[in-house]
């Protein structure tokens, strides 16, 4: 026997003077005896497989039809007892072959006289345990496959039970009692075409008893969402609290996807308040009082920070505006603003400090200082996230944060980082069997993602940063930043087709103010019942890293290379994840070559400022000396006159923010003497505070017909709190700016003004599109005319008006190249370039082929954004060109 076995004791060795030390200290790569009093080996992936089987059963079962989900559970459960069953029989004969083996090994000893069990040869004994040991894993992942199937199976039989499906596909009329299962939460305002959705309320709820429209009723249990457009008792729904019973009168749809946990939309007729049948519970009062407690102290606080102090601390995203969302969008900050499971983690951390310490005589945090036990302080953490979850209200999202602050929990309780892997796996396979449809959310998703990053690659990052000398404390932060942003990267494609490049400077810079604000809310939230001017002064305190985290998500989001797009799809997420893959290995390598990371470095910051002179170099984009452009905004439009150095002439402003910022930020204009806005359609006007990020804008001007009367109020406030007057354009106005100078050719002004010929007698139009702001431009020896998005008979009325008027250099067409267009008006402008600004694959048919074709007769170069992006046009007269930036 040599000096470095331990005798009976396999799986030890002997140290010098006699001690025996475990191999998992050995697999540690630590001293034993430091302070640390639990080293840890390799991470224990036991549970993994298992969990996602059950993950992916529920997640293939939850939207299949219910005979394949009975097959599939049928199929995971036979294979699994088959392989029971065989590794049963084989248990049986390895036993009794074993017996008769171990006597003959034991005859031999005792005849030698001599020996041990050290000594002893290996029998194949151990091979076929293994062997049964890989088998029974099998049969345990078949079974939880089984499960996840059985569960998503019946979940879903059980929301499309009852008559309310098939009365959903007859979009039937129906009286129902329904209860209340979440709060109200807003959809945001989209563009459509030339119009923006309204932003409507979305309720969970069940419904308890059915009117159908013969007049029988049932009772039944089924889960429908309630869908309440804007009006004036959309306020009342807002305030109503999960598990108040109402009776409501409205219209069944089926659900807007496949595989939804509702059985059914449900819209309620009119626009009257809603019908209270039954008060919510006890325990929804007191969460309600708490939530309305810390809207209230926050009242007085900044706009920002007004919204997003009740994100943060209870997911009360109703002050959020759209603008602030998408900017926390485009830095990936958007789990701030929803309940996670960071922010019970910040609490248990501040009652026992951070984990890892809880089992050591220094152990931080309030509890220890207080005198209460390891063990107390466990109840206590327990009765915290039972709070959580009261306050935040048990919804899946809530639910799943409860489950990884439980993580957090037991790895304050262990002080072991080697439990909170299989913790994890094991909160995911519970919360897919008492939830199947989370294994179709993408929140899920992305949560589990990130918290098994911070679990296995953040802390090995993290090391290798501080060999490289970083400072610990930034190096934890930096770690889990990017460990979280490159495993979720690959998700965020498939909701967007974009990567942010500012998401882990953002996320860094933003995690320093989660912590204090997250605690100064919760205090701020009991605080409130009970002294509120108190509660009011901390409101004011936590507004500050409140305020703070809206300013990163601005700031970062307003760079022109935030975002980069990156193809969608499940194509996009592989490719994504190949290049994650394969940056791993290349980080490695420049750590070890500083100047590789600083050009790294260097490039990453240039690719976010996208300095003008730079991508002008780069990409060709703008040409020099650019006189009009197009912005390639979608289906809408949004035009720019260079009016000098930095300095653009703005001609509608597009659907999208974003994309109207990003166009301006690359063209390099920084200076808006004047927005005009053609006509108060969406796709011409919801992109105005783009135009406004960043910039001095001198006037908005715009046409005469407050049509539609919902964007007009839109366009005045959002120009009132940037402080930009609004002026009226008048016909025949004349402007000039340098080399640009532009007249106003339509709409006509007060009754009297119109032409007397025509098609129709144009007082004052009453369609947005014939409202349109039609101007004439000259910009040196370039002419264009942008004609809006008028329509034929107003297109009529002003060549009759205008009978002077000229041929053209450019013609922008006229509501996105449709269908409707004047060919008179063609005729006499004669364009060299017809310019069209519509989405790719838009549902209209724009341009129409008849367009295209007519403007080409007349000799044109047809363009157009969705083939060839943003256009610009340069020179005059010989030397005109337009050229794409595709």
Known sequence: MSAGDAPGAPGLRAEPGGHAEPDIHAASGRRLGLSDPRQEGPADLRLLAPAAAAWAGAGLAVSAPGHWAAMGVVLCLGTAMVLLAVGLRRSRTAGEGGGAGAAGVGGEAGDAGAGSAADAVPVPGAARARGRLRTTAV???????????????????????????????????????????????RTFPRVRGDHSTPASLLLDAEVTRLTRPDGTSVRLRTPVLVIVPPGGAAAAWQRLLPSTGLRIDGRLAPPMHKGERVAAVL???????????????????????????????????????RALLPGLVVGDTSRVTPELHDAFRATDLTHVLAVSGSNLAILLVLLIGPPGRALRAERGGLAPRLGISLRMTALLGGGLTLAFVLVCRPEPSVL??????????????????????????????????????????????????????????????????????????????????????AVCSPVVVLLASRVSLVAVPCNLLAEFAVAPATVLGFATLALAPVAMPAAGLLARVAGWPAGWIASVARTGAAFPGAETDW???????????????????????????????????????????????????????????????????????????????????????????????????ELGVTRVPLLLLTHFHADHVRGLSGVLRGRAVGAIETTSLDEPPEQAAFVRRTAAGAGVPVLRAAPGERRRIGELDWQVLWPPG??????????????????PNDASVTLFVRSGGLTLLLPGDLEPPAQQALLLSRPELPRVDVLKVAHHGSAHQDSALLRAVRPRFALVSVGRDNPYGHPAPRTVDALAEQGAVVLRTDRDGAIAVTGAGSGLRAVGRS
Request: hydrophobic share 50%.
């Open 139 to 185: 049969a345990a992942v078949l079974l939880c496959a089984a499960a996840g199937a059985a569960s998503a199976g019946l979940h879903g039989a059980d929301a499309r039970r009852g008559p309310v499906p098939g009365l959903a596909r007859q979009f039937a009329r129906v009286q129902a009692e329904i209860t209340l299962t979440s709060d109200a939460r």
């Open 267 to 305: 819209r309620p007729d009119g626009k009257a308040p809603p019908r209270v049948t039954g008060p919510p519970s006890l325990l929804q009062r007191t969460a309600g009082r708490l939530r309305a407690g810390l809207r209230e102290a926050t009242d007085g606080l900044g706009p920002d920070a």
């Open 400 to 485: 799943r944060a409860a489950a990884c602050g439980l993580i957090t929990l037991l790895a304050i309780g262990t002080g072991r980082r080697r439990t909170l892997i299989p913790a994890l796996c094991a909160a995911v396979l519970l919360l897919v069997l008492y939830d199947p449809w989370l294994a179709r959310s993408y929140g899920f998703v992305l949560s589990v993602l990130a918290t098994g990053a911070l679990l296995t690659l953040a802390p090995r990052w993290s090391e290798a940063l501080r060999r490289r000398r970083v400072p610990p404390r930034l190096a934890e932060a930096l770690a889990a930043a990017v460990a979280a942003q």
């Open 567 to 665: 193809p969608d799809g499940l194509s996009g997420a592989a490719l994504l994840a190949a290049v994650t893959l394969a940056l791993v290995p290349a980080a490695r390598w420049a750590g070890r070559r500083p100047w590789v990371c600083s050009a790294a470095v260097l490039l990453l910051v240039l690719a976010v400022l996208r300095p003008a002179p730079l991508t002008r170099v780069l990409t060709g984009w703008p040409p020099p000396g650019w006189a009009f452009a197009m912005c390639d905004v979608g289906q809408g439009d949004a035009l720019v006159l260079a009016a000098g150095r930095g300095s653009g002439v703005v001609v509608d402003a597009g659907p999208d923010p974003r994309l109207v910022d990003r166009c301006l930020s």
């Open 750 to 767: 007060a009754a009297g003004s119109a032409p007397a010929a025509g098609p129709a007698p144009y007082d004052v139009p009453l369609d």
